[in-house]
């Protein structure tokens, strides 16, 4: 395996479907790095609202403000919303991400009104306590980990010269934030993720589980909020397998600690 694997960016998605954070250090949690997709937007049923159905949810950007989230449109910052770290309201039974229920909580109906207002949906924002535990497929999972509000896997990992051989294939090469990694690395071939299998980056040890199949969200510009038919299009034509389109590599970690830009990703 090379040796010149470098931690290049690494990203936070505190509100699920929201913009990222791009982060010069990280702390790694079982259930993702600390504040990743702890929070999310549910419609009146409590099922999680995505990209995939509601695009212009890319153009609400998030910021990291000492204990809290600062949210607002990019058409106008000055019109925005501050999401404490610690508020949490009464519990709901019962939010759905994909097949999986578990209870979250409702953060305040003020904060929901401006969600609601801001992208024309009817939207309430619910935050995952602590006591909440939704398990990472057992399929997947190496110690019964939990999971936050992410699709079903805690870390998402992409080397740069993947993106990079995607580009050479496009009219217009596209930006990384389309995939929504948390842990990007410069160095080696072209998907030498796929090969990976247990990795240290700085005293962390995590494991590569299965590689990630992609969906439309990954055509929705985070700039404007338009859908296209890339990526999607031509990684069909060499990354599909069986009606998977693959793109990156999920993660979970056995260990915790803090890691950074610049860090060595040794394999093995």
Same mark, same amino acid.
């Given at each position: 395996?090379?040796?010149?694997?470098?931690?290049?960016?690494?990203?936070?998605?505190?509100?699920?479907?929201?913009?990222?954070?791009?982060?010069?250090?990280?702390?790694?949690?079982?259930?993702?790095?600390?504040?990743?997709?702890?929070?999310?937007?549910?419609?009146?049923?409590?099922?999680?609202?995505?990209?995939?159905?509601?695009?212009?949810?890319?153009?609400?950007?998030?910021?990291?403000?000492?204990?809290?989230?600062?949210?607002?449109?990019?058409?106008?910052?000055?019109?925005?919303?501050?999401?404490?770290?610690?508020?949490? =309201?009464?519990? @709901?039974?019962? #939010?759905?991400?994909?097949?999986?229920?578990?209870? %979250? $909580?409702? &953060?305040? *109906?003020?904060? !929901?009104?401006?969600?609601?207002?801001?992208?024309?949906?009817?939207?309430?924002?619910?935050?995952?306590?602590?006591?909440?535990?939704?398990?990472?497929?057992?399929?997947?999972?190496?110690?019964?980990?939990?999971?936050?509000?992410?699709?079903?896997?805690?870390?998402?990992?992409?080397?740069?010269?993947?993106?990079?051989?995607?580009?050479?294939?496009?009219?217009?090469?596209?930006?990384?934030?389309?995939?929504?990694?948390?842990?990007?690395?410069?160095?080696?071939?072209?998907?030498?993720?796929?090969?990976?299998? =247990?990795?240290? @980056?700085?005293? #962390?040890?995590?494991?590569?589980?299965?590689?990630? %199949? $992609?969906? &439309?969200? *990954?055509?929705? !510009?985070?700039?404007?909020?338009?859908?296209?038919?890339?990526?999607?299009?031509?990684?069909?034509?060499?990354?599909?397998?069986?009606?998977?389109?693959?793109?990156?590599?999920?993660?979970?970690?056995?260990?915790?600690?803090?890691?950074?830009?610049?860090?060595?990703?040794?394999?093995?």
């Amino acid at each position: 395996m090379p040796t010149n694997l470098i931690i290049q960016d690494l990203y936070v998605y505190p509100i699920k479907s929201l913009a990222g954070i791009r982060l010069q250090e990280a702390k790694v949690e079982e259930r993702g790095f600390e504040l990743d997709r702890r929070w999310m937007l549910i419609d009146e049923s409590g099922r999680f609202v995505s990209q995939r159905t509601f695009p212009q949810m890319a153009l609400l950007k998030v910021e990291i403000e000492s204990e809290w989230l600062k949210v607002y449109h990019v058409s106008s910052s000055k019109d925005f919303v501050r999401i404490p770290f610690n508020e949490e =309201g009464e519990e @709901i039974s019962s #939010v759905t991400v994909w097949d999986d229920e578990m209870p %979250a $909580r409702l &953060v305040n *109906t003020q904060i !929901d009104a401006w969600f609601t207002r801001v992208l024309g949906i009817n939207a309430r924002l619910v935050k995952m306590p602590l006591s909440t535990e939704r398990k990472v497929d057992s399929r997947y999972a190496v110690n019964a980990e939990s999971v936050s509000f992410a699709d079903g896997m805690p870390y998402l990992l992409i080397g740069e010269t993947s993106l990079d051989d995607l580009n050479e294939r496009l009219a217009s090469p596209l930006p990384m934030n389309r995939f929504r990694p948390n842990i990007v690395f410069s160095g080696g071939e072209p998907f030498i993720e796929d090969s990976f299998g =247990g990795i240290q @980056i700085g005293a #962390v040890q995590m494991k590569v589980v299965k590689p990630c %199949a $992609r969906c &439309v969200m *990954t055509t929705v !510009d985070q700039e404007t909020g338009l859908k296209a038919a890339e990526p999607l299009k031509t990684l069909a034509t060499y990354r599909k397998v069986g009606n998977k389109i693959l793109f990156g590599q999920n993660v979970v970690a056995l260990s915790g600690g803090i890691i950074k830009v610049g860090d060595k990703l040794t394999v093995g």
